[in-house]
Nanobody, 128 residues
Framework: QVQLVESGGGLVQAGGSLRLSCAAS????????MGWFRQAPGKEREFVAV????????AYADSVKGRFTISRDNAKNTVYLQMNSLKPEDTAVYYC?????????????????????WGQGTQVTVSS
């Protein structure tokens, strides 16, 4: 069993930055694929970024490429999402997720169905 707790959300002006953190319990954290998703009001939860434990390979949604960076610190059981050049359309609740099955490449893990564990979410609001 893995428990995920996100933090770091808040209110920021357009063009600003935030860093989200996701602290995970469990001794096998380093073996999980870790992803970030977001959900805006009235919309479906959508993929943002993923980092595979093997070699740290990553994948990003087109809407955040070049602005967001996912990283992880296995010693701290934590995955991060650095968000720069934020836009009002980035406003959403951000969720981190963990997938036990790490057999596939990063691009496989871009849908919610691939993940086994979810955090409670953290609100990010970007004002114009």
């Amino acid at each position: 069993q893995v428990q995920l707790v996100e933090s770091g959300g808040g209110l920021v002006q357009a063009g600003g930055s935030l860093r989200l953190s996701c602290a995970a319990s469990g001794r096998t954290f380093s073996a999980y694929v870790m992803g970030w998703f977001r959900q805006a009001p009235g919309k479906e939860r959508e993929f943002v970024a993923v980092e595979h434990w093997s070699g740290g390979t990553t994948a990003y949604a087109d809407s955040v490429k070049g602005r967001f960076t996912i990283s992880r610190d296995n010693a701290k059981n934590t995955v991060y999402l650095q968000m720069n050049s934020l836009k009002p359309e980035d406003t959403a609740v951000y969720y981190c997720a963990a997938a036990q099955n790490s057999y596939y490449t990063s691009n496989y893990y871009t849908t919610t169905a691939r993940y086994d564990y979810w955090g409670q979410g953290t609100q990010v609001t970007v004002s114009s």
